[in-house]
């Protein structure tokens, strides 16, 4: 691999492309297992430019603050409420615009490398509101009401940065749109990470009598629900392929015998190994630990370093692997609030918390959290905080060749994916690296659902068809993605129904399903473009942990 040049799969794509699907997803995930994406050296080194540009603005919207400062005395007040609060503000801001997770070649995001604000800001592109039939909500295409919302935001945003301390103008006016802008298009709320953001800025404003103590006593329970629910998610068998599928894909650890030690019998066999499993398990003992530890520490400072130091390695091993969707600048912000909230402040308890925000806490932070683990087709994985567990929802797209061209009656602020690589490389590159997106798909857990389904999907041969991962196609279309596979399910398939013209059997797609927490299966529905589902069922946990990422039928 180059500075800049991916690796590339050991085969010819076209020839790939004219293979069985068995022999085709065979050969991919063979691929990925060794090199995972092959992303350049040079993608790695912009990520890290981008976490330093995102701690560089936090920084100077600090300097002038009031106790704050610059730079140079940063120890003096880093740990400090007001630094606190300036962070989440940003990140918001961050997050909406479309810098954060989602961003970047790691999620399919090329030319441009991000969408955000170039979508939300622009009439007439796609949203989909959670409830249509909400007065005032209905309707699949932005319109200048979605765009003052949306610029409201960030100019609200923009300003509560600035502000001298906590709880300005642009705070309440935040509090406020977020939520109108998120019933007209649930995007927006999700890209904004309001399940965390928006929820923080809520407490502190409703801590503003208390004080600041009572504002981080708020924020102590919503970072340690946060990370509790993240371990809950991964209470199933998903969570051992995610471990495959990350460590091949990471840029510390390069070694291939270790990468082929993630599977059970590489290459016939790609099956999490006993090592993957015990990884899954370490990780998801270190997200229940971390909060535990932290909010029971009651100021006893051995207690205090060692779910610190716990909390540390749980993010640096998740950072340091760069994982697809690239949730990086989230990362820091768990650290960052994680160090100023429980070793800033270790005389305080969540419990100082004022009786609203404990209300509060109660029903967005642990009710839907529950509903979503009980429920998943009814709640997002992000207010759900099944974060990076594998047990997401997903779909994919089989548009008949050339058929693609079609969603361009959706207008979109990027073009299809081939044509986004096409300013950066040759149609052998660009081809070996789509492949691995199916590569990514097949590996984990749901997505050995595929080749069950695909028989059933298309009369066809894949080779007349474009594989095109739902994240994928939810990038182009809404201007953001990050794993929920809601925003590219049914909703959306309504939209492409309505305005882009398919014909019977022109583009077939298959959604599966998040588990439910409490039952060993997933729901799973083909749909046709143009007539709708066409047949839907159950798939076991149990059938697919028996099954290769290449097996086809049942």
């Not at 630990?289 to 993010?315: E, F």
């Not at 583009?507 to 399903?513: G, S």
């Amino acid at each position: 691999m180059s500075f800049i040049h991916p690796v590339l799969p050991p085969f010819d794509p076209d020839a790939w492309k004219q293979l069985p699907f068995p022999e085709r997803a065979r050969a991919v995930c063979l691929s990925w297992a060794e090199d995972g994406y092959g992303t350049p050296v040079a993608i790695f080194g912009v990520y890290a430019l981008k976490i330093a540009a995102f701690v560089g603005v936090w920084a100077w919207a600090c300097a002038d603050a009031p106790g704050l400062g610059p730079l140079s005395e940063l120890g003096r007040w880093v740990l400090e409420p007001l630094a606190l609060y300036k962070a989440v503000v940003w990140a918001m801001l961050f997050e909406v615009l479309g810098f954060g997770c989602g961003s970047g070649p790691l999620t399919a995001r090329y030319m441009p490398p991000v969408g955000g604000f170039l979508y939300f800001l622009r009439p007439g592109t796609t949203r989909l509101p959670p409830a249509p039939s909400l007065p005032g909500c209905g309707g699949h295409q932005r319109t200048a009401v979605d765009v003052v919302l949306y610029a409201g935001i960030v100019v609200a945003l923009g300003a509560e940065l600035l502000y001298a301390g906590v709880g300005g103008p642009g705070a309440f006016a935040t509090l406020l749109l977020l939520p109108l802008a998120g019933l007209r298009d649930r995007t927006v709320f999700l890209a904004a990470r309001g399940e965390h953001y928006w929820v923080a800025l809520v407490i502190a404003l409703l801590s503003l009598v208390a004080g600041a103590g009572a504002m981080v006593a708020g924020w102590m329970g919503l970072w340690g629900a946060l990370w509790f629910f993240a371990g809950v998610s991964k209470l199933n068998r998903h969570f051992e392929t995610v471990v495959c599928v990350m460590m091949s894909n990471s840029p510390v650890m390069r070694s291939k015998p270790l990468r082929r030690a993630m599977y059970r019998d590489f290459p016939r066999d790609l099956r999490p190994s006993r090592l993957a499993q015990l990884l899954g398990h370490f990780g998801t003992l270190l997200e229940f630990s971390v909060p535990v530890v932290l909010l029971t520490a009651g100021g006893a400072m051995p207690q205090l370093v060692a779910g610190l130091a716990l909390m540390w390695m749980l993010h640096t091993y998740i950072t340091s692997n760069v994982p697809m969707g690239v949730p990086l600048e989230w990362n820091v912000m768990m650290v960052y609030g994680g160090m100023a909230l429980f070793w800033g402040h270790p005389d305080i308890s969540v419990l100082d918390a004022t009786p609203q925000v404990i209300a509060l806490l109660l029903v967005v932070s642990v009710g839907v959290p529950v509903l979503g683990n009980l429920f998943p087709e009814r709640v997002s994985f992000l207010p759900a905080m099944r974060y990076y567990a594998g047990n997401w929802a997903m779909s994919v797209w089989l548009f008949k060749d050339g058929t693609h061209d079609k969603l361009a009656a959706l207008p979109k602020s990027a073009p299809w994916v081939e044509d986004q690589l096409g300013v950066l490389y040759d149609k052998r590159t660009i081809a070996g690296l789509l492949s691995k997106v199916m590569a990514f798909r097949l590996m984990h857990l749901h997505g050995r659902a595929l080749g069950m389904l695909l028989p059933q999907a298309i009369d066809d041969d894949l080779s007349s068809r474009t594989w095109m991962d739902g994240e994928v196609v939810a990038g182009l279309l809404l201007g953001w993605n990050f794993g929920d596979g809601h925003l590219h399910g049914d909703a959306l398939l309504d939209v492409v129904r309505a305005r882009c013209g398919y014909a019977p059997g022109e583009l077939r797609v298959i959604t599966v399903e998040s588990q439910p927490i409490h039952r060993g299966e997933l729901s799973w529905t083909i749909h046709d473009a143009a007539t709708g589902p066409i047949d839907s069922g159950i798939v076991t946990v149990d059938e697919l942990r028996e099954r290769q990422p290449w097996d086809l039928g049942r």
